[in-house]
């Protein structure tokens, strides 16, 4: 992990949960917009694809470029291993096997409790660094039956973080209620076309790592659930764009 005390960020600071993936880009632009100082944390749990945390780098450098406020407010990135976890709570996600859904009603790429974790790591490093806003992600809209996706969970998480912790953390979830082509619509309107060409072009959502063809909403293999959700999101945010313009 990056070290944590070489700078003090401002008081309105955010640290975002970014894993390299369209929403949380999305997220990322959204927070930089928002708050003064703007920091990232990733989380390596062992996911069958090294390709989003090489991803997530070449992202964060690239947002520089393209979105002007990164220059100024984008800070450090820190990168926690999460391994043990992902041994732990062994997914399709942490191990080669097919995406299918389970007796449960979940679809087995499903980490128990994996953004919890994840806010639990967001936090320590956040008090450390002086950050009160945890920004996330996390979306009911496309809701795949993820319990720790729900803003209900997230309520609870903000409260136990308030308490553990002792510090008045937000968690901030700028997507909770908009669906794919709402969060392509709130990329072009933070960023115009030059954001929503580098999430295109350089996010990945692909549950497979599949990053070979290039398709009009970006890489990925276009069948699993992931690329799905991605493919109809983009055609849906065209086809609303083209209505405006008429
Ligand atoms: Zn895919």
Known sequence: MSAYLDQVPA??????????????????????????????????????????????????????DVYPLARARLGEDHVC????????????????SAIVMTERGLPSSFVPGRNLVFFVYAAAVADRRGIDHLVGGMCETDFSGYPDCRAETLKA?????????????????????????????????????????????ESHTCYMGERGERHPWGYGCGDCPACQLRKTGFEHFLEMKQHAER
């Not at 975002?16 to 632009?29: E, H, K, N, T």
């Not at 903000?158 to 669906?179: A, C, K, Q, S, W």
């Open 11 to 64: 008081a309105n600071s955010a640290l975002v949960l970014f894993s390299g993936g369209q929403d949380s880009s999305v997220c990322l632009a959204w927070a930089l917009d928002t708050y003064d100082r703007v920091e990232t944390i990733g989380f390596d749990y062992g996911q069958r694809h090294a390709i989003e945390m090489t991803i997530r780098q070449n992202l964060l450098s690239r947002f520089r």
């Open 157 to 201: 998480m903000e409260t136990v973080l308030n308490l553990g912790v002792e510090r008045p953390f937000t968690i901030d979830t700028p997507l909770m209620y908009l669906n794919k082509a709402q969060t392509w619509a709130l990329s072009q309107d933070l960023g115009g076309e030059a954001l929503v060409d580098l999430i295109v072009e």
């Open 81 to 96: 291993d999460l391994k043990g976890f992902g041994a732990v709570a062994e997914s399709s996600l942490t191990r080669e």
